[in-house]
T-cell receptor, first 117, second 111 residues
Framework: NAGVTQTPKFQVLKTGQSMTLQCAQD?????MSWYRQDPGMGLRLIHY???????DQGEVPNGYNVSRSTTEDFPLRLLSAAPSQTSVYFC????????????????FGPGTRLLVL | SQQGEEDPQALSIQEGENATMNCSYK?????LQWYRQNSGRGLVHLIL?????REKHSGRLRVTLDTSKKSSSLLITASRAADTASYFC???????????FGAGTTVTVRA
């Protein structure tokens, strides 16, 4: 298994441009999520999905859209990039998504470094 | 807002010494997890402790949880250079799908 893969590894955008960060997992995990990591702030949840067709907002959803058409893929779209979105973005997946056993072990991708000029 | 906060922010120890870091959180939790992040890499899950557990071991790792104080500690025994990394605690609040991460403790193990 490849685990959780993310593309691209690094991206430079100009303010106002849009782009999609790709995330895929081959472990048949129901739960997937996107985090951003900024210096000194740990990881903050952007959006998450408990299964295909179901998404919800996390702590910092503004400026980002997600969709979950398949179990494997969970792309993150930046609608109009801003310098404040310069960050490292991590996708993660988890095999469970029920209220009693939520978020057992999350598996993280290698991250996408995004620079918005 | 961040649920967990790690202490200290940074820790430098000699190889072979033990490393202890703490995590405090604000609300009731379902479980608490510790993750490691090597420089420039994704996070790797280390250990999960449930709210009804007080202590858990995994290899050289020992985690304790005190729900009355809303705190947890991670002990790495007999540290190695390969343990140099940032360590994050993450809390799963009861009946919540969301993990909340602290800002992390950066551990440097000197040879």
């Amino acid at each position: 298994n490849a685990g959780v893969t993310q593309t691209p590894k690094f991206q430079v955008l100009k303010t106002g441009q849009s782009m999609t960060l790709q995330c895929a997992q081959d472990m048949n995990h129901e739960y997937m999520s996107w985090y951003r990591q900024d210096p000194g702030m740990g990881l903050r949840l952007i959006h998450y999905s408990v299964g295909a067709g179901i998404t919800d907002q996390g702590e910092v959803p503004n400026g980002y859209n997600v969709s979950r058409s398949t179990t494997e893929d969970f792309p993150l779209r930046l609608l109009s990039a801003a310098p404040s979105q310069t960050s490292v973005y991590f996708c993660a997946s988890s095999p469970t998504g029920t209220p009693l056993e939520v978020q057992e072990t999350q598996y993280f991708g290698p991250g996408t470094r995004l620079l918005v000029l | 807002s961040q649920q967990g906060e790690e202490d200290p922010q940074a820790l430098s120890i000699q190889e072979g010494e033990n490393a202890t870091m703490n995590c405090s959180y604000k609300t009731s939790i379902n479980n608490l997890q510790w993750y490691r992040q090597n420089s420039g890499r994704g996070l790797v899950h280390l250990i999960l402790i449930r709210s009804n557990e007080r202590e858990k071991h995994s290899g050289r790792l020992r985690v304790t949880l005190d729900t009355s104080k809303k705190s947890s500690s991670l002990l790495i025994t007999a540290s190695r250079a390969a343990d140099t990394a940032s360590y994050f605690c993450a809390t799963d609040a009861s009946n919540d799908y969301k993990l909340s991460f602290g800002a992390g403790t950066t551990v440097t193990v000197r040879a």
